[in-house]
Protein backbone atom coordinates (compact mmCIF):
# COMPACT_ATOMS: atom_id res chain seq x y z
CA UNK A 1 0.00 0.00 0.00
CA UNK A 2 1.50 3.60 -1.38
CA UNK A 3 1.78 6.19 1.53
CA UNK A 4 -0.98 8.18 -0.91
CA UNK A 5 -3.29 5.44 -0.71
CA UNK A 6 -2.94 5.45 3.37
CA UNK A 7 -3.20 9.24 3.31
CA UNK A 8 -6.74 8.00 2.57
CA UNK A 9 -7.27 5.75 5.27
CA UNK A 10 -6.01 7.17 7.92
CA UNK A 11 -4.93 11.27 6.90
CA UNK A 12 -7.93 12.68 7.66
CA UNK A 13 -9.05 10.61 11.31
CA UNK A 14 -7.86 13.63 13.29
CA UNK A 15 -11.93 14.51 14.39
CA UNK A 16 -13.51 11.24 12.50
CA UNK A 17 -11.70 8.92 14.65
CA UNK A 18 -10.00 10.76 17.35
CA UNK A 19 -10.73 11.69 20.73
CA UNK A 20 -12.01 15.69 20.84
CA UNK A 21 -8.76 17.15 22.89
CA UNK A 22 -9.95 15.08 26.29
CA UNK A 23 -13.68 16.17 26.59
CA UNK A 24 -16.17 13.34 26.88
CA UNK A 25 -17.78 12.11 23.37
CA UNK A 26 -21.59 12.25 23.58
CA UNK A 27 -23.34 8.80 23.92
CA UNK A 28 -26.10 7.20 22.18
CA UNK A 29 -28.58 6.85 24.75
CA UNK A 30 -29.81 4.18 27.65
CA UNK A 31 -33.23 3.06 26.56
CA UNK A 32 -35.53 4.39 29.19
CA UNK A 33 -37.37 1.43 31.23
CA UNK A 34 -39.08 0.81 34.18
CA UNK A 35 -37.93 -0.55 37.16
CA UNK A 36 -37.05 -3.80 37.15
CA UNK A 37 -38.93 -6.82 38.80
CA UNK A 38 -37.20 -7.67 42.06
CA UNK A 39 -37.43 -11.45 40.69
CA UNK A 40 -35.23 -12.84 37.92
CA UNK A 41 -37.50 -12.13 34.36
CA UNK A 42 -39.73 -15.34 33.31
CA UNK A 43 -37.70 -17.20 30.99
CA UNK A 44 -38.45 -18.74 27.59
CA UNK A 45 -35.69 -21.40 26.55
CA UNK A 46 -34.23 -20.45 22.80
CA UNK A 47 -33.97 -23.50 21.07
CA UNK A 48 -31.39 -24.44 18.50
CA UNK A 49 -32.02 -23.00 15.18
CA UNK A 50 -32.14 -24.79 11.61
CA UNK A 51 -28.91 -24.37 9.72
CA UNK A 52 -30.10 -23.00 6.83
CA UNK A 53 -31.21 -20.19 9.26
CA UNK A 54 -27.85 -19.43 10.52
CA UNK A 55 -26.61 -19.96 6.86
CA UNK A 56 -28.72 -16.75 5.94
CA UNK A 57 -27.06 -14.81 9.29
CA UNK A 58 -23.77 -15.10 7.95
CA UNK A 59 -24.35 -14.43 4.58
CA UNK A 60 -26.03 -11.07 5.78
CA UNK A 61 -22.41 -11.20 8.48
CA UNK A 62 -20.97 -10.76 5.28
CA UNK A 63 -23.22 -8.94 3.42
CA UNK A 64 -23.33 -5.78 5.75
CA UNK A 65 -19.57 -6.21 6.17
CA UNK A 66 -19.34 -6.79 9.87
CA UNK A 67 -15.75 -7.54 9.72
CA UNK A 68 -14.55 -4.51 8.62
CA UNK A 69 -14.62 -3.77 12.51
CA UNK A 70 -15.20 -7.04 13.95
CA UNK A 71 -12.98 -10.01 14.25
CA UNK A 72 -15.16 -12.94 13.46
CA UNK A 73 -13.77 -16.70 13.43
CA UNK A 74 -16.37 -18.13 10.31
CA UNK A 75 -15.98 -14.67 8.64
CA UNK A 76 -12.41 -13.69 6.70
CA UNK A 77 -10.89 -10.53 7.27
CA UNK A 78 -11.11 -7.99 4.95
CA UNK A 79 -8.36 -6.23 2.90
CA UNK A 80 -6.31 -3.54 4.92
CA UNK A 81 -7.98 -0.54 3.28
CA UNK A 82 -11.56 -2.30 4.12
CA UNK A 83 -10.40 -3.27 7.83
CA UNK A 84 -11.55 0.02 9.59
CA UNK A 85 -9.88 -1.60 12.87
CA UNK A 86 -7.05 -3.70 11.58
CA UNK A 87 -5.89 -0.56 9.41
CA UNK A 88 -5.74 1.63 12.85
CA UNK A 89 -4.20 -1.24 14.89
CA UNK A 90 -1.46 -1.44 12.02
CA UNK A 91 -0.88 1.82 11.96
CA UNK A 92 -0.01 1.96 16.01
CA UNK A 93 1.54 -1.15 15.52
CA UNK A 94 -0.67 -3.66 17.11
CA UNK A 95 -1.35 -5.69 14.69
CA UNK A 96 0.69 -6.91 11.65
CA UNK A 97 -1.39 -7.45 8.36
CA UNK A 98 0.95 -10.18 6.48
CA UNK A 99 1.33 -9.34 3.03
CA UNK A 100 0.07 -5.42 3.14
CA UNK A 101 2.76 -3.28 3.53
CA UNK A 102 2.48 0.38 3.90
CA UNK A 103 5.29 2.56 2.00
CA UNK A 104 5.54 6.11 3.89
CA UNK A 105 8.33 8.26 5.29
CA UNK A 106 8.46 8.78 9.01
CA UNK A 107 6.84 11.49 9.34
CA UNK A 108 3.80 10.40 7.86
CA UNK A 109 3.57 7.12 9.89
CA UNK A 110 4.34 9.84 13.36
CA UNK A 111 1.23 11.87 12.23
CA UNK A 112 -0.50 8.56 11.76
CA UNK A 113 -0.01 7.37 14.73
CA UNK A 114 -0.50 10.78 16.49
CA UNK A 115 -4.14 10.94 15.08
CA UNK A 116 -5.64 6.83 15.59
CA UNK A 117 -6.75 7.19 19.10
CA UNK A 118 -10.21 4.95 18.34
CA UNK A 119 -11.94 2.44 16.47
CA UNK A 120 -8.49 0.52 17.82
CA UNK A 121 -9.95 -1.58 20.49
CA UNK A 122 -13.57 -2.96 19.45
CA UNK A 123 -15.17 -7.09 20.92
CA UNK A 124 -14.16 -9.83 19.34
CA UNK A 125 -17.39 -11.52 17.99
CA UNK A 126 -16.38 -15.06 19.69
CA UNK A 127 -18.31 -17.13 21.97
CA UNK A 128 -21.58 -15.66 21.46
CA UNK A 129 -23.41 -18.17 22.48
CA UNK A 130 -23.63 -17.38 26.06
CA UNK A 131 -25.86 -14.03 24.64
CA UNK A 132 -29.64 -14.62 24.46
CA UNK A 133 -30.74 -14.51 20.58
CA UNK A 134 -33.36 -12.54 21.06
CA UNK A 135 -31.28 -9.79 23.16
CA UNK A 136 -28.69 -9.68 20.25
CA UNK A 137 -31.38 -9.55 17.64
CA UNK A 138 -32.78 -5.94 19.37
CA UNK A 139 -29.65 -4.96 19.98
CA UNK A 140 -29.39 -4.65 15.89
CA UNK A 141 -32.49 -2.54 15.77
CA UNK A 142 -32.03 -0.74 18.61
CA UNK A 143 -28.16 -0.28 18.88
CA UNK A 144 -28.27 1.69 22.45
CA UNK A 145 -24.86 2.68 24.32
CA UNK A 146 -23.89 -0.56 25.28
CA UNK A 147 -19.95 0.62 26.44
CA UNK A 148 -20.42 3.71 27.90
CA UNK A 149 -16.45 4.25 27.73
CA UNK A 150 -16.61 3.64 24.17
CA UNK A 151 -16.30 6.24 21.87
CA UNK A 152 -17.27 4.31 18.93
CA UNK A 153 -21.16 3.06 18.79
CA UNK A 154 -22.60 -0.16 16.94
CA UNK A 155 -23.63 2.15 13.60
CA UNK A 156 -27.59 1.81 13.16
CA UNK A 157 -27.86 -0.27 9.74
CA UNK A 158 -30.58 -1.42 6.84
CA UNK A 159 -31.97 -4.40 8.37
CA UNK A 160 -35.15 -6.00 9.06
CA UNK A 161 -36.63 -7.84 12.25
CA UNK A 162 -36.05 -10.91 10.15
CA UNK A 163 -32.02 -10.20 9.22
CA UNK A 164 -31.89 -9.55 12.48
CA UNK A 165 -32.71 -12.33 13.78
CA UNK A 166 -31.11 -14.20 11.20
CA UNK A 167 -27.78 -12.83 12.32
CA UNK A 168 -28.50 -13.46 16.08
CA UNK A 169 -28.87 -16.73 14.86
CA UNK A 170 -25.94 -17.19 13.35
CA UNK A 171 -24.15 -15.53 16.51
CA UNK A 172 -25.91 -17.36 18.81
CA UNK A 173 -27.24 -21.08 16.85
CA UNK A 174 -27.10 -23.52 20.37
CA UNK A 175 -29.94 -24.09 22.43
CA UNK A 176 -30.16 -22.28 25.45
CA UNK A 177 -29.60 -24.52 28.96
CA UNK A 178 -32.37 -25.44 31.11
CA UNK A 179 -31.19 -23.63 34.36
CA UNK A 180 -31.76 -25.84 37.42
CA UNK A 181 -30.02 -24.10 39.70
CA UNK A 182 -30.96 -21.32 41.74
CA UNK A 183 -29.15 -17.66 42.25
CA UNK A 184 -27.83 -16.99 45.46
CA UNK A 185 -28.39 -13.91 47.14
CA UNK A 186 -28.63 -10.28 45.67
CA UNK A 187 -27.33 -8.49 48.68
CA UNK A 188 -24.25 -10.97 49.52
CA UNK A 189 -23.44 -10.19 45.37
CA UNK A 190 -23.35 -6.34 45.47
CA UNK A 191 -20.86 -6.54 48.80
CA UNK A 192 -18.83 -9.26 46.50
CA UNK A 193 -19.16 -6.90 43.38
CA UNK A 194 -17.88 -3.94 45.31
CA UNK A 195 -15.43 -5.77 47.44
CA UNK A 196 -13.80 -7.12 43.73
CA UNK A 197 -14.01 -3.05 42.39
CA UNK A 198 -16.04 -4.06 39.56
CA UNK A 199 -17.12 -0.27 39.42
CA UNK A 200 -13.28 0.05 38.43
CA UNK A 201 -14.87 -1.01 34.75
CA UNK A 202 -18.17 -1.05 34.55
CA UNK A 203 -21.28 1.41 35.51
CA UNK A 204 -24.55 -0.21 36.42
CA UNK A 205 -26.81 2.53 35.62
CA UNK A 206 -30.33 2.91 37.37
CA UNK A 207 -28.94 0.67 40.14
CA UNK A 208 -27.20 2.46 42.99
CA UNK A 209 -23.74 3.66 42.30
CA UNK A 210 -21.15 0.70 42.86
CA UNK A 211 -18.25 1.44 44.84
CA UNK A 212 -14.42 0.96 43.57
CA UNK A 213 -12.42 0.67 46.48
CA UNK A 214 -9.48 -0.65 44.57
CA UNK A 215 -8.76 -3.66 42.72
CA UNK A 216 -8.18 -7.02 44.92
CA UNK A 217 -5.01 -8.43 42.35
CA UNK A 218 -2.57 -6.88 40.27
CA UNK A 219 -3.57 -6.11 36.65
CA UNK A 220 -1.73 -4.94 33.36
CA UNK A 221 -1.84 -0.95 33.27
CA UNK A 222 -2.75 -1.79 29.19
CA UNK A 223 -5.26 -4.83 30.13
CA UNK A 224 -6.97 -2.53 32.66
CA UNK A 225 -7.48 0.14 30.23
CA UNK A 226 -8.51 -2.19 27.69
CA UNK A 227 -11.11 -3.38 30.48
CA UNK A 228 -12.66 -0.23 31.06
CA UNK A 229 -12.90 1.03 27.12
CA UNK A 230 -14.93 -2.52 26.61
CA UNK A 231 -17.03 -2.82 29.97
CA UNK A 232 -20.46 -2.87 28.97
CA UNK A 233 -23.12 -1.50 31.09
CA UNK A 234 -24.38 -4.38 33.60
CA UNK A 235 -27.83 -2.83 33.58
CA UNK A 236 -28.37 -5.19 30.49
CA UNK A 237 -26.53 -7.81 31.90
CA UNK A 238 -30.05 -9.77 32.72
CA UNK A 239 -31.20 -9.52 29.16
CA UNK A 240 -27.72 -9.92 27.22
CA UNK A 241 -26.37 -13.23 28.82
CA UNK A 242 -28.27 -16.31 29.14
CA UNK A 243 -28.54 -16.98 32.99
CA UNK A 244 -26.89 -20.35 32.89
CA UNK A 245 -23.47 -18.72 31.49
CA UNK A 246 -23.64 -16.00 33.58
CA UNK A 247 -22.47 -17.79 36.75
CA UNK A 248 -19.74 -19.38 34.04
CA UNK A 249 -18.54 -15.99 32.84
CA UNK A 250 -18.08 -14.70 36.51
CA UNK A 251 -16.49 -17.84 37.56
CA UNK A 252 -13.70 -17.92 34.96
CA UNK A 253 -14.25 -15.44 31.79
CA UNK A 254 -11.15 -16.74 29.88
CA UNK A 255 -12.16 -20.29 29.80
CA UNK A 256 -15.05 -18.78 27.81
CA UNK A 257 -13.33 -16.02 25.79
CA UNK A 258 -10.15 -16.65 25.82
CA UNK A 259 -9.36 -12.68 24.82
CA UNK A 260 -11.35 -11.43 27.07
CA UNK A 261 -10.47 -8.07 29.22
CA UNK A 262 -12.28 -9.18 31.80
CA UNK A 263 -9.59 -10.02 34.60
CA UNK A 264 -10.55 -13.73 35.96
CA UNK A 265 -11.28 -12.89 39.56
CA UNK A 266 -11.07 -15.57 42.41
CA UNK A 267 -14.82 -16.52 43.34
CA UNK A 268 -16.02 -19.46 44.77
CA UNK A 269 -19.35 -20.92 42.65
CA UNK A 270 -21.54 -19.70 45.25
CA UNK A 271 -19.72 -15.97 45.02
CA UNK A 272 -20.34 -16.15 41.01
CA UNK A 273 -24.31 -17.49 42.30
CA UNK A 274 -24.44 -13.98 44.39
CA UNK A 275 -23.08 -11.82 41.89
CA UNK A 276 -25.54 -13.32 39.38
CA UNK A 277 -28.35 -12.60 41.79
CA UNK A 278 -27.20 -8.58 42.15
CA UNK A 279 -27.01 -8.48 38.65
CA UNK A 280 -30.26 -9.94 37.15
CA UNK A 281 -32.63 -9.13 40.39
CA UNK A 282 -31.23 -5.65 41.41
CA UNK A 283 -34.61 -2.94 41.35
CA UNK A 284 -33.31 -0.64 38.35
CA UNK A 285 -34.52 3.03 38.36
CA UNK A 286 -35.88 4.74 34.96
CA UNK A 287 -33.17 6.25 33.22
CA UNK A 288 -33.81 9.57 32.18
CA UNK A 289 -33.79 10.47 28.22
CA UNK A 290 -31.94 12.75 26.81
CA UNK A 291 -32.53 15.95 25.15
CA UNK A 292 -31.79 16.38 21.76
CA UNK A 293 -29.86 19.49 21.23
CA UNK A 294 -31.30 22.36 18.22
CA UNK A 295 -28.77 23.36 15.54
CA UNK A 296 -27.34 26.40 16.11
CA UNK A 297 -28.49 29.92 13.90
CA UNK A 298 -26.63 30.83 10.97
CA UNK A 299 -24.02 33.31 11.86
CA UNK A 300 -23.20 36.54 10.57
CA UNK A 301 -20.08 36.54 8.81
CA UNK A 302 -18.81 34.84 5.61
CA UNK A 303 -18.12 31.63 5.64
CA UNK A 304 -16.36 29.69 2.82
CA UNK A 305 -15.86 26.92 1.45
CA UNK A 306 -12.38 26.57 2.00
CA UNK A 307 -13.15 26.79 5.69
CA UNK A 308 -15.78 24.51 5.78
CA UNK A 309 -13.49 21.52 3.55
CA UNK A 310 -10.89 22.18 6.37
CA UNK A 311 -12.88 22.08 9.65
CA UNK A 312 -15.62 19.26 8.09
CA UNK A 313 -15.35 17.47 5.33
CA UNK A 314 -11.49 16.97 5.26
CA UNK A 315 -11.47 16.00 8.80
CA UNK A 316 -14.40 13.69 9.05
CA UNK A 317 -16.90 13.44 5.73
CA UNK A 318 -13.99 12.43 2.77
CA UNK A 319 -12.73 9.30 5.10
CA UNK A 320 -15.85 7.28 4.11
CA UNK A 321 -17.61 9.83 0.62
CA UNK A 322 -14.44 10.13 -1.71
CA UNK A 323 -13.74 9.22 -5.41
CA UNK A 324 -11.76 6.81 -5.57
CA UNK A 325 -9.52 8.30 -8.71
CA UNK A 326 -8.95 11.32 -6.39
CA UNK A 327 -7.76 9.38 -3.10
CA UNK A 328 -6.32 5.77 -4.70
CA UNK A 329 -8.81 3.77 -2.01
CA UNK A 330 -11.97 2.24 -2.32
CA UNK A 331 -13.82 5.32 -1.99
CA UNK A 332 -15.44 4.60 1.15
CA UNK A 333 -18.94 3.21 2.20
CA UNK A 334 -20.48 6.42 1.21
CA UNK A 335 -19.13 6.54 -2.19
CA UNK A 336 -18.60 2.73 -3.59
CA UNK A 337 -21.09 0.97 -0.83
CA UNK A 338 -20.40 -0.74 2.32
CA UNK A 339 -22.25 -2.24 5.21
CA UNK A 340 -25.34 -3.32 3.37
CA UNK A 341 -25.99 0.25 1.80
CA UNK A 342 -25.87 0.37 -1.58
CA UNK A 343 -23.84 2.85 -3.98
CA UNK A 344 -24.43 6.31 -3.24
CA UNK A 345 -21.23 8.05 -5.23
CA UNK A 346 -21.37 10.55 -2.70
CA UNK A 347 -17.86 12.57 -2.92
CA UNK A 348 -17.43 14.91 -0.58
CA UNK A 349 -13.52 15.69 -0.68
CA UNK A 350 -13.99 18.04 -3.58
CA UNK A 351 -16.30 21.09 -4.41
CA UNK A 352 -17.01 19.67 -7.82
CA UNK A 353 -17.95 16.31 -6.10
CA UNK A 354 -20.21 18.28 -3.15
CA UNK A 355 -22.11 20.14 -5.67
CA UNK A 356 -23.03 17.03 -7.49
CA UNK A 357 -24.52 15.81 -4.68
CA UNK A 358 -25.37 11.17 -4.77
CA UNK A 359 -27.04 8.56 -6.46
CA UNK A 360 -30.97 7.90 -4.88
CA UNK A 361 -32.31 4.66 -5.08
CA UNK A 362 -32.82 4.83 -8.61
CA UNK A 363 -29.28 5.93 -9.73
CA UNK A 364 -30.18 9.50 -10.46
CA UNK A 365 -28.14 12.38 -9.09
CA UNK A 366 -29.85 14.60 -6.47
CA UNK A 367 -28.38 17.81 -4.41
CA UNK A 368 -27.11 16.80 -0.56
CA UNK A 369 -26.87 20.54 -0.48
CA UNK A 370 -30.93 21.30 -1.34
CA UNK A 371 -33.21 21.93 1.36
CA UNK A 372 -35.53 19.30 2.54
CA UNK A 373 -39.45 19.74 3.32
CA UNK A 374 -38.56 21.97 6.19
CA UNK A 375 -36.54 23.74 5.02
CA UNK A 376 -33.13 21.79 6.38
CA UNK A 377 -30.10 21.26 4.05
CA UNK A 378 -30.24 17.41 3.24
CA UNK A 379 -26.61 17.03 4.69
CA UNK A 380 -27.27 18.80 7.74
CA UNK A 381 -30.42 16.82 8.83
CA UNK A 382 -28.04 14.12 8.40
CA UNK A 383 -25.66 15.30 10.68
CA UNK A 384 -28.26 16.30 13.43
CA UNK A 385 -30.23 13.05 12.91
CA UNK A 386 -26.57 11.38 14.78
CA UNK A 387 -27.48 13.67 17.71
CA UNK A 388 -30.84 12.67 17.50
CA UNK A 389 -29.41 9.18 17.53
CA UNK A 390 -26.73 9.45 20.70
CA UNK A 391 -30.01 10.86 22.37
CA UNK A 392 -31.78 8.01 21.65
CA UNK A 393 -34.74 9.45 19.26
CA UNK A 394 -33.30 8.13 15.28
CA UNK A 395 -35.17 10.28 12.84
CA UNK A 396 -37.53 7.53 10.99
CA UNK A 397 -35.86 7.93 7.11
CA UNK A 398 -32.54 9.68 7.93
CA UNK A 399 -29.62 8.22 8.91
CA UNK A 400 -27.15 9.70 11.36
CA UNK A 401 -24.19 10.93 10.30
CA UNK A 402 -21.11 10.14 10.33
CA UNK A 403 -22.05 6.59 11.21
CA UNK A 404 -21.29 5.21 14.47
CA UNK A 405 -18.91 7.85 15.64
CA UNK A 406 -19.88 11.04 18.02
CA UNK A 407 -21.77 13.24 16.34
CA UNK A 408 -19.88 16.87 14.58
CA UNK A 409 -20.06 19.54 17.10
CA UNK A 410 -22.91 22.02 16.72
CA UNK A 411 -20.65 24.84 15.75
CA UNK A 412 -19.11 22.86 12.64
CA UNK A 413 -23.22 21.85 11.30
CA UNK A 414 -23.43 25.88 12.34
CA UNK A 415 -20.30 26.61 10.01
CA UNK A 416 -21.74 24.41 7.15
CA UNK A 417 -25.07 25.25 6.95
CA UNK A 418 -24.26 28.79 7.16
CA UNK A 419 -22.07 28.45 3.88
CA UNK A 420 -24.68 26.97 2.40
CA UNK A 421 -27.40 29.81 2.89
CA UNK A 422 -24.91 31.71 2.03
CA UNK A 423 -24.62 30.10 -1.36
CA UNK A 424 -21.89 27.91 -1.61
CA UNK A 425 -19.29 30.00 -2.28
CA UNK A 426 -15.55 29.76 -2.73
CA UNK A 427 -13.43 32.26 -1.12
CA UNK A 428 -12.23 33.43 -4.79
CA UNK A 429 -16.31 34.54 -4.88
CA UNK A 430 -16.31 36.70 -1.10
CA UNK A 431 -15.74 40.35 -1.85
CA UNK A 432 -12.94 41.70 0.15
Known amino acids: MTARAL ?59 CN ?29 VPGSPIEAPPEDWARWQRNVHSLVDVPVLASTERFRRGWIA ?38 EA ?31 ALPAPGLPMAIDHAALALGQQLAPDLRFARERMRPEALV ?14 MPTYP ?34 RAVTYEEVHERVFEKTCRHCHSDPSQVIGDGGPGYMGGFGFRKR ?23 VLAPLADGTPKIVAHLMARHAEIAGKPVEGVRGMPLALPPLPLEDIQLLETWIVQGKKRASEVPR
Open 345 to 367: GLDLNSYEGIRSGSLDDAGQRRS
Open 248 to 261: RWLEDPKAIKPDTA
Open 68 to 96: RCHTIAAVAKPKLELDCVGCHRHILGREV
Open 7 to 65: AFVVGVLALAACDDGGSTPARAAVPTTAEASPEPPARVLETAVDASVRARGEALVVQHE
Open 138 to 175: AFLQDTHDLRPNLAPTMPRLALTATDAEAIAAFLSPAA
Open 267 to 300: LTHDEARDVAAYLVSTPLEPVAAAAVPQRLPVLD
Open 178 to 208: PDDLALGDAARGREIARAKSCGTCHRFEGAD
